[in-house]
């Protein structure tokens, strides 16, 4: 019998991207440690896992991987008007929040890759929330939570500012993120001030400019 010398076809795309891609990412991840904005393991392999650039079809690798924001949506007048955050300050939000497994943790502000970063801090037994006032931005990141396997984060629709009570867990939020542009009004924590519990608004996280607000009192510079 005489062996066919045919290669098969080829069923799945190459690696070459794919490897590039995580190359990348590791070389990120120590970047951050490096710097100082990684600083635990569980925030260091969150980084290392959640592929950013499927967050950001169409963008470079490079670009994708770089430590800096990632444009996603831009306005009539070219203004950019939604990104991927850059990684150093999501690293430094993460790290500050000291999110522990089982965790339950609400994200003001969806463009899917820091609600999947979220979903590894939790775990299986945690509970990630991401919700934007936007339509196009919650039906973009559903889309790429769903292909990148983290479909467990519930993405909502809806003004943070009157958070629907169903959404509101047990006993509150564990944390809160806000990966959105915010302002100085937002600081009022109290309970029912647009923050569903004492406990989350003292462990709620809100860049302002180049300032990470880490709680009432709380504030670290960049």
């Known amino acids: 019998m005489t062996r ?9 795309p190459p690696t070459t991207d794919l490897d590039d891609a995580t190359a990348l990412r590791h070389q990120l991840a120590d970047q951050l440690a490096a710097a100082g904005h990684t600083r635990t393991p569980s925030v260091d392999h969150a980084l290392r896992t959640v592929p950013r650039h499927a967050f950001a ?15 996603t949506r831009h306005g009539d007048n070219g203004m950019i008007t939604s990104s991927v955050s850059a ?20 994200e003001i502000g969806s463009g899917g890759y820091n609600a999947a970063l979220l979903c590894e801090l939790v775990g299986p037994t945690g509970q ?28 909502v629709t809806a003004d943070a500012e009157h958070l629907p009570a169903e959404m509101v867990p047990d006993g509150g939020f564990d944390a809160i993120m806000v990966t959105v542009d915010t302002w100085e009004p937002a600081l009022d924590r109290r309970p029912g001030r647009g923050w569903p519990s004492r ?22 510079q960049r």
């Open 128 to 155: 990630v929330t991401t919700l934007d006032i936007d339509p196009a931005v919650t039906d973009r990141a559903t889309r790429f939570l769903s292909q990148t396997g983290y479909d467990q984060v519930r993405v």
């Open 4 to 12: 066919s010398t045919e290669r098969p076809a080829v069923t799945t």
């Open 199 to 220: 406990r989350a608004a003292a462990s709620a996280r809100l860049p302002l400019g180049h300032r990470l607000h880490q709680g009432p009192g709380g504030t670290t």
């Open 87 to 106: 990684p150093w300050l999501q690293a430094d939000m993460l790290e500050s929040a000291r999110i522990q497994p089982g965790h339950s943790v609400l």
């Open 57 to 71: 079809p169409g963008v470079p690798h490079p670009a994708a991987y770089a430590n800096d924001i990632v444009p």
